[in-house]
């Protein structure tokens, strides 16, 4: 599993500082940095980071496909940033003072290592990216349950009030109805867009079956 593949990596290359596997949402999924740094600013960050390249690319009219690898590199710290699945990534953070006279082309030589020691199947990936899909789909429900609630309470309220006598109470509630109302609208397509992505990825995994 995810685990064991981050403990391989830092067994082969101990030049590895630190390993964060991520989605393309920001969602850290595994890593061995601690709870002592901020590690959904840290995963967040990370996509914003591709996200910035992916604009860089438009601005300038190229093609834009797939990323395969982002290296970044400083004076003490590098880091290699590879596509994983279709919405998962690893990012490596490589010290370099632990590698003699280290270049970016020392670096690309742990490319093709890192990318053995990454043995995680596009299939146990797709299933992860399905897992967390509908843990948010289940959040996303719970919001929605929440808000239809509401709305059905303060519904009820403006029955027992007279227009004429809580003009502004009953125009403030009607307002209110109409904004969770507009929320609840934006959650129902959230929950569509999950469900589309997860029938997608499902059906990535069926094709795989049978090629």
Same mark, same amino acid.
């Given at each position: 599993m995810v685990f064991k593949?981050?403990?391989?990596?830092?067994?082969?290359?101990?030049?590895?500082?630190?390993?964060?596997? /991520?989605?393309?949402?920001?969602?850290? /999924?595994?890593?061995t940095f601690e709870q002592d740094i901020n590690i959904p600013k840290l995963g967040e960050n990370l996509t914003e980071l591709l996200n910035h390249i992916k604009n860089v690319y438009e601005i300038c009219n /190229?093609?834009?496909?797939?990323?395969?690898?982002?290296?970044?590199?400083?004076?003490?710290?590098?880091?290699?940033?590879?596509?994983?699945?279709?919405?998962s990534n690893i990012a490596l953070? /490589?010290?370099?003072?632990?590698?003699?006279?280290?270049?970016?082309?020392?670096?690309?030589?742990?490319?093709?290592?890192?990318?053995?020691?990454i043995d995680m199947s596009e299939k146990e990936i797709f299933l992860q990216e399905i897992l967390v899909k509908e843990e948010q789909i289940k959040k996303i429900q719970d919001l929605l349950h929440s808000k239809q609630q509401t709305i059905q309470n303060l519904q009820?309220?403006?029955?027992?009030?007279?227009?004429?006598?809580?003009?502004?109470?009953?125009?403030?509630?009607?307002?209110e109805i109409k904004v969770l109302e507009e929320e609840s609208i934006e959650l129902?397509?959230?929950?569509t867009n999950n469900n589309e992505e997860i029938l997608h990825l499902k059906e990535i995994i069926e094709k795989d079956k049978n090629p």
């Open positions: 593949n981050i403990v391989r990596i830092k067994t082969a290359l101990p030049e590895v500082l630190h390993i964060v596997m /991520f989605y393309n949402n920001g969602t850290v /999924f595994q890593t /190229f093609k834009l496909d797939d990323y395969k690898k982002l290296i970044f590199e400083t004076e003490d710290i590098s880091v290699i940033i590879l596509k994983l699945g279709e919405e953070f /490589f010290k370099k003072e632990e590698v003699t006279d280290i270049k970016l082309s020392s670096i690309r030589r742990y490319l093709t290592r890192i990318e053995e020691l009820e309220n403006l029955k027992y009030l007279d227009t004429d006598e809580h003009q502004e109470e009953f125009k403030k509630v009607e307002k129902k397509k959230e929950i």
